[in-house]
């Protein structure tokens, strides 16, 4: 028989004691040291009885708990089938697995979670659900020209929605648009009132809890009545926070973007972050950083849905250097993530044209830049 170390177990130190997580089963062991002393000799196939010097009883236990796996069994196999995970990594496999829920997950009522919350609100008050910059420059914004949101099918804006990546550099966003724009996506369009707790926002996009952990980070480079900057969208107040004043070097914006070039000929970026206390609050597992991604997916397409009734060209990304986007915007990662973003713009001539011909029957395609980005120059 031969035996060796779990590919999807994951080993820790807490407080001096080597841990082993097992994703698969949910559940923690605390290793011994004749444990800890064998696992060296399993990191690759290897025969049991070469290793039987330290007690085949322990062995079996490590098997029995998944820790060793056996060649040719269900665990073996079961880690073998890994498919596209084999290639994202470890990391990505054992999160998925750890907030998979098990057949015999155990989920608390609404009413046994509002009561746990009103327990805890003296210990542990509710984050506020609007950030805001007190020493910044606040621009307030105008409330926006709905005449084409109201005025615009929603089966023709449905079926007019395309990614554009040509964009009309030249061309400004109107400052119209893009307070409509940031209106719709991220502003309260009603406020609800939970006896015991602060007043909750409801917006266009859905968010678990009303909690609402995104914010929105405009970076201005091209929009017809606003200073070229940095922003915050104070989404109670409509307004923009100044953050970095100062045309930002489009080139900056291709770096930040994993150096997609169309990303800067946009009028202008809104970027996308969460708040992770104001999610925490509530949901005390970690399943609950995959619907930061769901809020994501559900602010990006109102942005399409509204970005195109409004004559706009609209993109998503998520092909971007975190870091130095963090950077830019004074984030602390351990509070603040930054998710992904929407480029905005103007489309180029002949992209607006291409994308008018399809929808009256005209080829179908993609919306390529035709840069060294894509690969298409040959």
């Known amino acids: 028989m031969r035996l060796r170390v779990s590919r999807l177990c994951v080993f820790f130190w807490r407080n001096g004691q080597l841990v082993c997580d097992d994703p698969v089963r ?53 880690e073998e089938r890994r498919g596209p995970w084999a290639q994202w990594g470890t990391a990505a496999t054992y999160y998925h697995l750890a907030s998979r829920n098990l057949h015999d997950e155990k989920f608390a009522s609404a009413a046994e979670d509002t ?61 119209g648009q893009l307070a409509s724009l940031l209106r719709w996506v991220g502003g309260p369009l009603h406020e609800v009132r939970p006896e015991g707790f602060q007043p909750a926002m409801l917006k266009a996009s859905p968010s678990p809890g009303a909690l609402h952990a995104l914010e929105i980070y405009p970076v201005v480079l091209n929009v017809e009545g606003v200073a070229p900057g940095i922003y915050h969208y104070h989404s109670a107040a409509h307004a923009l926070e100044a ?22 000929d946009t009028g202008v970026l809104l970027l996308y972050t969460a708040v992770l206390e104001r999610t925490a609050w509530k949901y005390r597992t970690g399943r609950v950083y995959r619907t930061l991604f769901m809020e ?7 942005a ?3 970005g195109t009734a409004l ?17 830019a915007l004074g984030l602390d990662w351990t509070k603040e993530i930054l998710l992904g973003l ?22 179908t395609g993609f919306s390529f830049a035709r840069d060294a980005w894509d690969g298409r120059d040959a």
């Open 26 to 78: 949910h559940r923690q062991l605390a290793l011994s040291s004749g444990a800890r002393r064998l696992l060296h000799r399993f990191a690759d196939w290897t025969d049991a009885e070469s290793a039987e010097d330290t007690g085949s009883s322990l062995i079996r236990q490590l098997v029995e708990r998944g820790v060793l796996v056996e060649e040719g069994s269900a665990e073996h196999l079961f």
């Open 115 to 175: 009561a746990w919350l009103r327990e805890s609100l003296p210990d542990r008050p509710q984050p506020s659900a609007v950030k805001e910059y007190p020493d910044a420059e606040r621009i307030l914004l105008p409330r926006g020209d709905d005449t084409l949101l109201t005025d615009t099918d929603l089966a023709h804006v449905l079926r007019t929605r395309r990614s554009t990546r040509r964009f009309d550099a030249g061309r400004p966003v109107t400052e």
């Open 296 to 302: 994501l997916g559900h602010f990006s397409q109102t």
């Open 243 to 264: 953050l970095t004043p100062g045309a930002v070097d489009r080139q900056r914006i291709v770096e930040w973007c994993g150096d997609q070039t169309y990303l800067g």
């Open 311 to 327: 004559g706009l060209g609209m993109l998503f990304t998520a092909a971007t250097r975190d870091a130095a986007i963090e950077d």
């Open 304 to 306: 399409y849905l509204v």
């Open 342 to 363: 929407n480029g905005v713009g103007i489309p180029a001539e002949d992209e607006a044209d291409r994308q008018r011909a399809m929808l009256s029957g005209g080829p």
